[in-house]
């Protein structure tokens, strides 16, 4: 009875682990080799390596133990005009975009006009690395469902 009740504080303590930038960094070196990343304390630029093994950096992941909290920001190639019927005709098609998702929304930069898909969520009670390679992959998934609209901004 001693030791099943030992376990389960064990696992409860887990489950309630703060989630850092150790933990992330941890979860995106299990994903494999071709996960390339610069860090900055809880702060992460997911990179990619292009013909020329030039790096291209596509998601932003910022961890939060403070407020529990992870915001994942997936680059696109969208970009919103400065002014005239083009810009809003861009932000209409963002907010369209924003409607017909659940999960994922869009999101442009006043100053450079550059569109990021965005998620955000909580750390409280934990997060375990199947539950952050989901929320990567559905991050990515959407932006790579929605390129040619994006890219026609």
Not at 124 to 147: H, I, K, P, R, Y
């Amino acid at each position: 009875m001693k030791l099943a009740l030992i376990g389960i504080l064990i696992v409860i303590s887990l489950s309630f682990a703060e989630v850092s930038g150790d933990v992330v960094s941890g979860y995106l070196d299990a994903m494999g080799e071709n996960m390339l990343y610069e860090r900055s304390d809880n702060e992460f630029m997911l990179t990619a390596a292009i013909d020329d093994s030039t790096l291209v950096p596509y998601m932003y992941i910022l961890v939060d133990p403070e407020m529990e909290g992870c915001l994942v920001v997936a680059l696109t190639p969208g970009m919103v005009p400065e002014s005239g019927p083009e810009r809003n005709a861009a932000l209409e098609t963002l907010t369209e975009l924003n409607w017909s998702n659940t999960w994922v929304k869009y999101t442009s930069d006043p100053a450079t006009g550059e569109v990021s898909a965005m998620y955000t969520f909580s750390t409280e009670n934990g997060l375990g690395q199947d539950a952050f390679s989901a929320m990567l992959n559905l991050l990515l998934a959407t932006v790579d469902e929605d390129w040619s609209v994006l890219s026609a901004l």
